[in-house]
């Protein structure tokens, strides 16, 4: 049972490069999330996804951009790397219903220079 | 907005001390509480999650938390730590407009052998 794997684990890139980082999810769940987690500021809501075609942009979406054709696929791209996009980056997903519990990715960690 | 509040941004202890890690959280709506770990490089892993009932829940490797509704708090307990329970902890409530988790910005706990 893998769960939610997410590639690559680490990446470092220059600022005006596009970027994808993968999410692949294997239960099934209609929501996906995509979170940044920076010193101080704990996790915060990049883009989250109800269901295959169902986007849209939470808290610090501005400079990516999701797709959901798939329901278990969620990749997150970056348009144009900036050095404040230095971040570590974590996939969830939960079942539909009321308990919200999210089951997180193992993370990847880029970096802008 | 909602909110969620962890006091201590890092806390030192000795292996065998008592833990509580306080957090409060700010939503209107039927509460979903959470605590999640992150150990050194890992991903987030749910130590314990609150829905309904018993307002004290009891987690995996021995942790405990007590939710109190007068005062919207939700502190994470463990009587003895040990050295392997040095990690990040952060509290979570459901209510985001997007299904998403709100998030405090962490306490990272140091146990020292």
């Known amino acids: 049972d893998a769960g939610i794997t997410q590639s690559p684990r680490y990446k470092i890139t220059e600022t005006g490069r596009q970027v994808t980082l993968m999410c692949h999810q294997t239960w099934s769940h209609s929501y996906m999330f995509w979170y940044r987690q920076d010193l101080g500021h704990g996790l915060r809501l990049i883009y989250y996804s109800a269901a295959a075609d169902i986007t849209d942009k939470g808290e610090v979406s501005d400079g990516y951009v999701v797709s959901r054709s798939k329901t278990e696929n969620f990749p997150l791209t970056l348009e144009s790397a900036t050095r404040s996009q230095t971040s570590v980056y974590f996939c969830?997903?939960?079942?539909?219903?009321?308990?919200?519990?999210?089951?997180f990715g193992p993370g990847t960690r880029l970096t802008v220079l | 907005a909602q909110s969620v509040s962890q006091h201590n941004h890092h806390v030192i202890l000795s292996e065998a001390a008592s833990l509580e890690l306080g957090c409060n959280y700010s939503y209107g709506g039927t509460v979903n509480l959470f605590w999640y770990v992150q150990y050194p490089g890992q991903h987030l892993q749910l130590l314990l999650k609150?829905?309904?009932?018993?307002?004290l829940v009891k987690g995996i490797k021995g942790f405990e938390a007590e939710f109190i509704k007068s005062k919207f708090s939700f502190n994470l307990r463990k009587p003895s730590v040990q050295w392997s329970d040095t990690a990040e902890y952060f509290c979570?409530?459901?209510?985001?407009?997007?299904?998403?988790?709100?998030f405090g910005k962490g306490t990272k706990l140091s146990v020292k052998p």
């Open positions: 969830a997903s939960r079942t539909t219903g009321g308990l919200h519990e999210q089951f």
């Open positions: 609150y829905f309904s009932g018993d307002p």
């Open positions: 979570a409530v459901n209510g985001g407009s997007q299904g998403n988790l709100i």
